[in-house]
């Protein structure tokens, strides 16, 4: 069973679709309805997610995202992004891991600001936590919906 981040399966059920199998008891006669009918869904939900970022400050970005994913990695998917950005699919939502220049920026998204705030929880308690010496500090600033 192959999910993306909102749980649909929508790479099985095309597959199935193109092969002319029957989707839960029914034959689907046509590909783009279905497809669009899964866009749509996607779109619907994005729509409702949030989004928040915090940038932090400090001399060793590097090390502090290597520990940070290394850490959670234990508990979370690791996707790399680019070289210098890492995304962590958490149970709760999803976190990205950045480096710029001197500042490490950690995003969260989620479906929900309950969610949203066990993100923001766990990547920001692990990360003060590893920079207790250099006394890193994460504030989140919640990002307004761009509709």
Do not use: C
Request: charged content about 25%; overall charge positive.
């Amino acid at each position: 069973m192959i999910q993306d981040a909102y749980g649909i399966e929508s790479y099985n059920i095309e597959r199935r679709l193109k092969a002319g199998s029957t989707v839960i008891g029914h034959r689907v006669g046509r590909i783009g309805s279905v497809t669009a009918r899964l866009s749509s869904l996607k779109l619907r939900r994005e729509a409702r997610r949030v989004h928040s970022i915090a940038v932090v400050t400090t001399t060793s970005p590097e090390r502090y995202a290597k520990q940070l994913v290394s850490h959670l990695g234990h508990k979370a998917t690791v996707e790399p992004v680019t070289e210098m950005a890492t995304r962590l699919r958490l149970a709760a939502g999803v976190g990205v891991v950045r480096i710029e220049g001197q500042t490490l920026v950690l995003e969260a998204d989620a479906p929900d600001a309950d969610a949203l705030d066990r993100v923001q929880d766990v990547l920001g308690r692990h990360l003060v936590r590893f920079g207790r010496r250099d006394e890193l500090h994460v504030n989140w600033t919640v990002l307004p919906d761009s509709d």
